[in-house]
């Protein structure tokens, strides 16, 4: 009720006091929706943004008075919600983050605070809470998790990776910072994971924020270039094909790791600007490489998971192919078996209309990955790339070899060439031979080269072959 109450004591008509009342209740109730509105997430009801960093403040403004009562931020992403809203629809998406939200809600402590972050990201504060107890805090979330979602009769698991920060620092941004940069490292690591915070990662995040903008910059001008490693047929020794591989001179750093740079790539949203990049560089580089060799080798460009789904891609593709410097059944798309798998029905829509452009694809990194037998059956791939990490140990490790000779019988089947990577010593040729592996690359025959050196090695092989005898063994 609004109350108003005026003094009518000098008005002779009335000589009192006048009160006047009103039925204000839609107006606060108005009001006080409004304000929820402004704090709350409106999909789970927890805190919002706003009145998560004003907790944290609020936690570190306490923690500062006693001088001895740290506050926790347990920072939480789940694994594979994409592939549930992809898969199910936004609907059932919206049911499984309410759904999350309440055991999570259940499974934290009265005093600490659980917000949205935003899409599938939450975060709990914990107050007067130090590392080891926020470990705990985080594993009871996480098995608050570990039981199926019920979305609308379909069962669904989720994990979630968090990572966690404890005062100091004495600021809500830099604890969340540090929370959200442990959690990266964490989902780096596989899923389901928990990674305390230390320095090392904040100055990892700060670090690929400079070299990721410095790679936009390299990406604008050009500035990057491409090797290319060849791969030799082992019967024969001939190469039959060239992997583009990016180098990255940085004017500062110098040579940088590709690896490094294409983890830069990946995480900050520069991965389909890189691949695009490529396409094209490998059109250009072979219109260079047709005038400097009698014959060009089929290019293979990587294709990142994250260009994979970018609806631009299949014109990138057709596009790096539609002129004279390197036609469609020259180019081999290598994309990594998990990436294969992540969106496996619009991946093999895709790859199967270029397959019918002359467009063929490698699996790259295989026997790494989670790909079934029915999966690869039905995707349109002409060649399996056995990962190094089984080749470096095959004249040692009988499981390496097992593994090696099981892929190459498993492309035999399935009629699929096989070739093998980061091949260094005779020893591994002859066993690759003798297990019927079609090609290989490596260090015992070359490096990753620029377009005229690898051509100058080439023109000045016996026949432009390289030799792949097999090696002599005693008796």
């Known amino acids: 009720m609004e109350n108003v109450v005026t003094n009518c004591l000098d008005d002779p008509d009335i000589a009192g006091i006048a009160c006047t009342g009103r039925d204000v209740t839609a107006r606060v109730e108005a009001q006080e929706e409004l304000r929820r509105q402004a704090l709350r997430d409106e999909l789970t009801g927890l805190a919002n943004r706003t009145l998560l960093s004003d907790r944290i403040d609020q936690a570190l403004t306490r923690a500062a008075r006693t001088g001895n009562s740290p506050v926790a931020v347990i920072f939480a992403d789940l694994d594979q919600f994409k592939l549930i809203n992809d898969s199910w629809g936004h609907a059932a998406g919206d049911r499984l983050l309410m759904q999350v939200a309440r055991r999570l809600t259940e499974a934290a402590r009265d005093a600490d605070t659980v917000a949205r972050f935003g899409g599938d990201e939450f975060v709990v504060v914990c107050e007067d809470t130090d590392q080891p107890s926020a470990q705990g805090v985080a594993e ?51 899923p389901g994971r928990l990674q305390l915070f230390d320095m090392t990662l904040a100055e990892d995040a700060a670090d690929r924020l400079t070299l990721g903008n410095d790679l936009r910059d390299a990406l604008a001008r050009d500035e990057l270039a491409l090797h290319f490693q060849p791969v030799v047929e082992l019967a024969t020794g001939v190469p039959v094909g060239l992997e583009a591989i990016a180098r990255w001179s940085h004017p500062i750093r110098g040579q940088m790791s590709p690896q490094r740079f294409v983890e830069v790539a990946e995480t900050g949203g520069l991965a389909s600007a890189l691949n695009r990049w490529a396409l094209h560089r490998a059109r250009r580089d072979a219109g260079l490489l047709r005038s400097l060799m009698p014959a060009l080798p089929r290019i293979a460009v990587n294709i990142s998971v994250r260009h994979l789904v970018d609806a631009d891609l299949e014109a990138d593709v057709l596009s790096a192919v539609s002129g004279d410097e390197l036609a469609p059944h020259e180019l081999v798309l290598e994309i990594t078996e998990s990436a294969l798998m992540e969106n496996a029905d619009q991946t093999r829509e895709l790859l199967e209309r270029l397959r019918t452009r002359g467009i063929k694809t490698a699996i790259d990194d295989f026997g790494t990955g989670y790909s079934s037998l029915a999966h690869l059956n039905r995707l349109p791939v002409a060649t399996l790339k056995i990962d190094r990490s089984f080749i470096r140990h095959i004249t040692v490790d009988a499981d390496s070899l097992a593994i090696t000779a099981s892929i190459i019988e498993l492309a035999r089947s399935m009629g699929l060439s096989t070739v093998a990577e980061g091949v260094e010593t005779i020893e591994q040729l002859t066993l690759l031979q003798t297990l019927g592996c079609w090609a290989a690359q490596g260090f015992l025959w070359s490096p990753a080269l620029a377009p005229e050196a690898l051509a100058q090695l080439i023109n000045r092989l016996p026949d432009r072959r390289f030799d792949v005898r097999l090696a002599e063994t005693s008796g």
Not at 152 to 181: C, E, N, T, W
């Open 140 to 190: 009871q979330l996480q098995k608050a998790l570990a039981d199926p979602f019920d979305l609308d009769g379909r069962r669904a698991y989720v994990r979630a990776s968090m990572g966690i920060a404890v005062s100091p620092p004495h600021s809500a941004p830099d604890l969340l910072r540090f929370a959200d940069a442990a959690m990266y490292a964490a989902k780096a690591g596989g």
